[in-house]
Each structure stands twice: as C-alpha cells, then as structure tokens.
C-alpha cells in the first residue's frame, strides 16, 4: 500500500483519538505509549504491511508481533484503524466478555498474533516464524514490535543472534525507545546505549529514526523492506510518550496513568484542535 505523508499523519491521529476513547472507557492504562508510537503503527499498518482486513488469519499476510503485551491498546487502535476489527467494539476495552482485554491476548483478538505481558518473549516467537515461513517458501514478513525495556531481557539478544546467524532477512524489528519503563528512565536502569552499535555488531542492518516524524518512519519502512542483503532489520524509533497531548507529554511517572475524567475530552479536544490545525 502506498500512502502520502498526510494520509499517514491523518491515520495516526485516529489511532490516538481511538486509543483516548477506549482509555476514557477504563479511566487508566497504558495510553502514553499508544500515543508516543501512533505514527509508527499508523506506516506499519496503513503503508507498510500486507494484509486482508476480512481475513486476519490469511496464509500470505506479514505478521505483526506485539512483544510488549502491555500496549495492547495501541494496537486494537491501530487495528481498528486497519479494519481488522469494528470502531464499536473499543466501548467494549478491558470490560468482561471483550475481545480487547488490556493486556494482548492471541485467542481473543483478530489480528493479535501473539499472548503478550511476559516480556522479551516477541523477538524469540519472531525468529521461529521467520524460518518457518521462508521454510514454506511463503514470501510474507515478520514485524515484531518490541520495547526499550525489552532491551534488558536477555532472551532478546540470543534471538538477535539467531536471527542473524540464519540471514533472516523476512525479519523487521522497531524498537519503541521512549526512555521509559516502570522503574524508570530505561537508560538508567540498564544503560542500553549506544544501542545503535548492539545491533550493529549482532549483523543486524540498522536504522535510527525519530518514531514521531511520518516521514522519516516511512522512509524507514521502506529501507528496511527493501534491503537487499540477508540480513534481518532493526528500526530503533525514538519516541515521545504522550506524544500530541502537552499535558500527558510532560506527566511524570507516565508508564501506567489515571487520567481524571473530563482530561479526557480535554485530551481529545487539543488532538481534534491540532489535527483541524494541520488540515489548513
Ligand atoms: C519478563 C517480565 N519482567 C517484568 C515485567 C513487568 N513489567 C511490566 S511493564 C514493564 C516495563 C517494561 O519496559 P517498557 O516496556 O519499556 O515500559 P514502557 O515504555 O511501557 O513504560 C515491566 C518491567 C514483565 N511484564 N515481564
Ligand atoms: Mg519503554
């Protein structure tokens, strides 16, 4: 799929104002993630994976990995946006009986590939699926969304080099470094830079982006697919938790948040005021 840069940034505002809307249904939850790596999910979903959106479990379709379990509510948003699952359904997020629990569940979600919540496990399942598929000669990609905190497991490093070691070049990794994680600021509770040259030296083919600008991201994507070496592929993107929402941006301790009831409109309001803004 092909997309102009401001269809992709028109996507990524829906995917927040969709991750806002099923937050509000809950009162709390991961939302600053949803909102820092909306541009990311909005190229990967609307420009840069096949897919079918009638038919989640289609043989040919590139799999989408959530290794971070947590941001389930990210990519139900990125899921609606991808018409793989109905707009209606995130009144339904995180109450009993829904199909979007908060926490990413394989058998409930069309689309949701993997059970996320232990983490560090993504890039492992990944390489698995790698081989497998280009053992059937199915030509489809693997993307595994991981985040900074997965940079501590070291489970993720034996998969890196696995990957490596196999020339799993249907392999493309992002890393959503935002900095953070539960215990605080992820460089400083396990230094993970200069993260850049880890993979480097793992045989990865690396790109270091800021995951908030459409442009570079796409730009990115299209590097990462297009790379002619045998060599799987890591996007390192640099984000901005809360991105979009000034006061959600500057919130401290923001990897889990209550956010009060009408910050919520609010919240949606100063989306819908920058989006109305850009489409001058
Ligand atoms: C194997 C494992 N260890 C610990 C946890 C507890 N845990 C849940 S979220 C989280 C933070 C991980 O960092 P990151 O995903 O970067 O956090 P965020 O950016 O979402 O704040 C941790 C340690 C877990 N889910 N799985
Ligand atoms: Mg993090």
């Not at 897919?51 to 990995?65: K, M, T, Y």
């Not at 947590?70 to 109450?95: K, N, V």
């Not at 993307?143 to 070291?154: A, R």
């Not at 297009?226 to 990897?255: S, W, Y």
């Amino acid at each position: 799929m092909q997309s102009s840069n401001a269809s992709l940034s028109a996507h990524a505002y829906r995917i927040r104002r969709f991750a806002l809307r099923m937050g509000e249904v809950q009162g709390q939850g991961y939302i600053g993630q949803a909102l820092g790596m909306a541009d990311i999910l909005a190229v990967t979903y609307c420009h840069a994976m096949n897919f079918r959106p009638e038919d989640p479990a289609w043989e040919g379709r590139d799999r989408f990995l959530l290794s971070h379990g947590h941001y389930a509510i990210a990519h139900y948003a990125a899921l609606i946006e991808a018409g793989i699952i109905s707009e209606d359904e995130l009144e339904t997020y995180g109450c009993d009986d829904s199909r979007l629990p908060m926490s990413g569940m394989a058998t409930y979600t069309p689309g949701m590939e993997i059970s996320g919540g232990s983490l560090g496990q993504g890039l492992s399942i990944g390489v698995g699926m790698a081989l497998g598929l280009r053992h059937k000669k199915n030509p489809a990609f693997v993307y595994n969304s991981m985040s900074d905190g997965e940079l501590d497991e070291g489970s993720t490093w034996e998969a890196a080099m696995s990957a490596a070691h196999h020339q799993l070049g249907n392999l493309i990794v992002m890393v959503d470094i935002n900095n953070q994680q539960a215990d605080g600021n992820s460089n400083q509770v396990m230094r993970f830079e200069p993260i850049a040259d880890k993979w480097n030296a793992f045989g990865w083919f690396v790109q270091r982006i800021n995951g908030n600008d459409i442009d570079a991201v796409k730009q990115a994507f299209d590097a990462a697919r297009n790379h002619p070496e045998k060599q799987p592929r890591v996007i390192l993107c640099d984000t901005l938790m809360g991105k979009g929402v000034p006061f959600l941006e500057a919130r401290e301790k923001n990897h889990f948040i209550r956010v009060d009831p009408p910050e919520w409109q609010e919240a949606i309001a100063i989306l819908d005021a920058s989006q109305s803004g850009s489409a001058k």
